[in-house]
Nanobody
Framework: QAQLQESGGGLVQAGGSLKLSCAVP????????MAWFRQAIGKEREFVVS????????YYADSVKGRFTISRDNALNTMYLQMNSLMPEDTALYYC?????????????????WGQGTQVTVSS
């Protein structure tokens, strides 16, 4: 059972930046397909971005393309989400997710392990 721990959330003004981290202790991180999802109050959890185990393949939701960048450091067992040009509609609880099995990158149900989430609030 992987333990995922997000950090880096906070309050930022529109146009600002934040960098989220997701740490995964243990020896299996480099085998995990990873992703970020987010859930705003009153809305369903939605896909944000994913990254393959070696960082070669990424998928972005249209709403964040050009503003968010996903990366990972397998030596540090950590995934990152650099968020620039933040907008109030980016306000949500951000979750990292992982799986070591077959995955459709944007499908919530294909991820087996989840963190507790980190809150991102963007003020206008």
């Amino acid at each position: 059972q992987a333990q995922l721990q997000e950090s880096g959330g906070g309050l930022v003004q529109a146009g600002g930046s934040l960098k989220l981290s997701c740490a995964v202790p243990g020896d299996s991180f480099s085998h995990y397909y990873m992703a970020w999802f987010r859930q705003a109050i009153g809305k369903e959890r939605e896909f944000v971005v994913s990254i393959s185990p070696l960082g070669v393949t990424t998928y972005y939701a249209d709403s964040v393309k050009g503003r968010f960048t996903i990366s990972r450091d397998n030596a540090l067992n950590t995934m990152y989400l650099q968020m620039n040009s933040l907008m109030p509609e980016d306000t949500a609880l951000y979750y990292c997710a992982a799986t070591d099995t077959y995955v459709r990158p944007t499908t919530i149900g294909d991820y087996d392990f989840w963190g507790q989430g980190t809150q991102v609030t963007v003020s206008s």
